[in-house]
């Protein structure tokens, strides 16, 4: 069995808002990948501009 831990978030944003959330996760993302034994961070923007998976 595998010891790693995965997160799956699945949210809507209203499209207008789709830069703003860009804004608030780049930290994140950034943070994400200095951290010790973090092996991914990522995210995607589905076709419609509001429907977000961060993995």
């Not at 790693?4 to 809507?12: E, G, H, L, N």
């Not at 930290?27 to 589905?46: F, K």
């Given at each position: 069995m595998s010891e790693?831990?995965?997160?799956?978030?699945?949210?809507?944003v209203e499209p207008i808002n789709l830069s703003k959330f860009k804004a608030v996760v780049r930290?994140?993302?950034?943070?994400?990948?200095?951290?010790?034994?973090?092996?991914?961070?990522?995210?995607?923007?589905?076709a419609d501009q509001s429907s977000i998976h961060i993995i």
């Open positions: 790693d831990i995965y997160w799956v978030c699945v949210f809507r930290p994140l993302v950034e943070m994400t990948r200095t951290e010790s034994g973090s092996m991914a961070y990522e995210y995607s923007v589905g």
